[in-house]
């Protein structure tokens, strides 16, 4: 009795989990591949990372501005994806989806804003050059990262924070969403296998 009560509430409790992750776009989270960070902190040869237009930059950071504006003590994380065929998307934030999903579409580049946490990090692995390197903004400031104009696919990206800490989570080809990553710095994709990144979502 008590056994088949729990698997009971274990199946409802899976259910809500689910309906919750599935409004948010984000059902059947997947164990993580296996990602390497970089050695070290130095800039890893290769192409250097895009600058995004000031349109896209300045809608980040005002993005950033208006979440904190809203929640003066709350931390915030906004960001904006290019994406194959696509181009640069609207920012979004904390937790929100950039980048696309079940399209096959391959993520470039991102930028990234923050205010509450001290600044932002981020840094990109990307076919055939590896791990970008790290790239850092101030507080409500954009950092960007990644490649554009050179069809060349965001394999996994590493974000770090001036305090506190972060979370992503990311969506990478033939395994859909992994599961989430928390820390300060936190990477999420994939390396060495040779798996485009098609969506992120990032919150602190």
Partial sequence: MKNSMSKAAGAVLGLALAGVLGATGVAQAQARPSVQAPAGSAAVAGPSAVRAPASVIAEVEAATARQHAFAPNARVVCYSAHVQDIGWQAAVCDGQVAGTTGQGRRMEAVVIATRGVGGVCANAHLAEVGWQGWACAGEGA????????QSRRMEAL????????????????????????????VYVGSTGQSLQMEAVRIWA
Avoid at 162 to 174: E, F, L, M, P, T
């Fill in 142 to 149: 954009a950092v960007t990262v990644g490649t554009t104009g």
């Fill in 158 to 185: 590493g974000v770090q924070v001036g305090s506190g800490g972060v979370a992503a989570q990311a969506h990478i080809a033939n395994y859909g969403w992994l599961n989430s990553a928390a820390g300060n710095p």
